[in-house]
């Protein structure tokens, strides 16, 4: 119960509004095709983020350095990790939600306010929340995985 209660106050402290499904529209996880001025993601291959292990982004999106943070110590991995790529916001969603639980994460809920969009997902110590914000020029993703109650 804390759980959920702890993903409510984030969800209100991202400030998104539920609005539709990320995956709404044509979008498909996959490779890129255009679509009135940007790209979709349609038959992308995944790759996993390294210090991760269990987290796959998209190939095409490159990671910033500079706005990602991992903290590692025995037996934990936490931290947050922002790419970006030049692809349709809601694509990116549907991505994550075809290939998280083939990680075993369980999805547990998505909400999204115009070009924005935050994905949540828990496995048995972590949780993960994915926020997608699709601008004019690029879309940023920005993951953070931290440890759940009890877990560690």
């Known amino acids: 119960m804390r759980l959920i209660a702890m993903l409510c106050a984030l969800t209100l402290l991202a400030g998104c509004a539920l609005m539709s499904k990320p995956e709404a529209g044509q979008e498909k996880s996959g490779k890129v095709v255009q679509k009135q001025g940007g790209k979709v993601l349609e038959k992308t ?3 996993m983020i390294t ?10 999106l490159k990671r910033d350095d500079d706005l990602s943070f991992v903290y590692e110590a025995p037996g934990v991995t936490m931290g947050v990790v922002t790419l970006s ?7 990116i ?14 999805f547990l809920n998505a909400f999204s306010e115009g070009n924005r969009y935050m994905l949540n997902f828990l496995k048995a110590n972590k949780s993960c929340v994915i926020n ?7 879309t940023r993703v920005t993951i953070k995985v ?4 009890g877990g560690g």
Not at 51 to 60: H, K, L, S, Y
Not at 85 to 91: H, M, Q, S
Request: charged content about 25%.
């Open 132 to 138: 997608i914000r699709e601008d004019t020029l690029s």
């Open 85 to 91: 790529g030049y692809y349709k916001g809601a694509g």
């Open 51 to 60: 210090e991760f292990g269990d987290v796959p982004v998209p190939v095409e």
């Open 93 to 106: 969603a549907k991505f994550f939600r075809a290939e998280m639980p083939k990680q075993q994460w369980q």
């Open 45 to 47: 291959a995944a790759r």
């Open 146 to 149: 931290g440890p759940t109650q």
